[in-house]
T-cell receptor, first 114, second 115 residues
Framework: AQSVTQPDIHITVSEGASLELRCNYS??????LFWYVQSPGQGLQLLLK??????LVQGIKGFEAEFKRSQSSFNLRKPSVHWSDAAEYFC????????????FGKGTKLSVKP | EPEVTQTPSHQVTQMGQEVILRCVPI?????FYWYRQILGQKVEFLVS????????KSEIFDDQFSVERPDGSNFTLKIRSTKLEDSAMYFC?????????????FGPGTRLTVL
């Protein structure tokens, strides 16, 4: 069965420091991969997505993610975190050929200290 | 910028009561979804809807749940007889175009509390 694992429930980084949020997936082939962000009281906003091609994808707000097939990972990175990045981050996969529903990880809450 | 809206933002109900959660998807979108997130757990797919019928549903979406697009703008999720375990945040999403992976746009969610 498809699944997504985000091993870190809560991460705290200092403003200006680099960030990496981990995501591992289990799927028989290469799925579609997504990162969403949720600020308090807000919906889920798409940061970036991977469908095919270049394994390093750029997203909004300075985020990027790298798809590593050998590790079944799709880790999210940002070189310098801003206080406004504090939010919850969700990794999700979509099965190729399905009706489009997404399977989410449990999320990683990011706190940013000044 | 177009956005998905959901009402109410918070619904409190008694166990056994019916609730209807409402969503207004982005106007030219064709595919609609409901997801839920129980506190502290992952976001889970409930149902997808296209061309006025259910495309796919998860095991969670049992006979107590139903969806409807009563007019050209609203998309509703009805829970017929709520249980305590239905307490969760419910997200509506929509996407346009083909059923390939266009971005799903999510609403802000409705927090359902069943007492």
């Amino acid at each position: 069965a498809q699944s997504v694992t985000q091993p870190d429930i809560h991460i705290t980084v200092s403003e200006g420091a680099s960030l990496e949020l981990r995501c591992n997936y289990s799927y028989g082939a290469t799925p579609y991969l997504f990162w969403y962000v949720q600020s308090p009281g807000q919906g889920l906003q798409l940061l970036l997505k991977y469908f095919s091609g270049d394994t390093l994808v750029q997203g909004i707000k300075g985020f990027e993610a790298e798809f590593k097939r050998s590790q079944s990972s799709f880790n999210l990175r940002k070189p310098s975190v801003h206080w406004s990045d504090a939010a919850e981050y969700f990794c999700a996969v979509g099965a190729r050929g399905s009706q489009g529903n997404l399977i989410f990880g449990k999320g990683t809450k990011l706190s940013v200290k000044p | 910028e177009p956005e998905v809206t959901q009402t109410p933002s918070h619904q409190v109900t008694q166990m056994g009561q019916e609730v209807i959660l409402r969503c207004v998807p982005i106007s030219n979108h064709l595919y609609f979804y409901w997801y839920r997130q129980i506190l502290g757990q992952k976001v889970e797919f409930l149902v997808s809807f296209y061309n006025n019928e259910i495309s796919e549903k998860s095991e969670i979406f049992d006979d107590q749940f139903s969806v409807e697009r009563p007019d050209g703008s609203n998309f509703t999720l009805k829970i017929r007889s709520t249980k305590l375990e239905d307490s969760a945040m419910y997200f509506c999403a929509s996407t346009g175009g083909s059923m390939g992976y266009n971005e799903q746009f999510f609403g802000p969610g409705t927090r359902l509390t069943v007492l």
